[in-house]
């Protein structure tokens, strides 16, 4: 889940059969999450909640996949340690 990428690194990262997703950190000390779905599957990935200034630290992204005409939404959540989590964003 912590990916600790940036945006220039990503570019770089690959995974042979599958499409990646990020949401690069951002100048902080950790943070960024990397989700991989393979490409025999469709999926759209969207950003819901990136860390800020608020005292809840967690990024948050949904990944909806279709497999056999059947849509699945998945949540993946990143929250550091010593986090106050608010899950108002979902």
Do not use: H
Not at 51 to 70: A, C, L, Q, R
């Amino acid at each position: 889940m912590e990916a600790n990428l940036t945006a220039e690194k990503f570019i770089y990262f690959q995974l042979s059969g599958y499409t990646l997703y990020n949401l690069p950190k951002y100048g902080r000390v950790t943070s960024g999450i990397l989700i991989g779905v393979s490409n025999s599957l469709c999926a759209e990935f969207k950003i819901v909640k990136q860390m800020g200034d608020s005292e809840d630290k967690s990024e948050i992204v949904k990944v909806n996949v279709w497999k056999k005409g059947n849509k699945f939404t998945i949540y993946a959540i990143y929250s550091p340690p010593n986090n106050k989590l608010d899950f108002t964003a979902l």
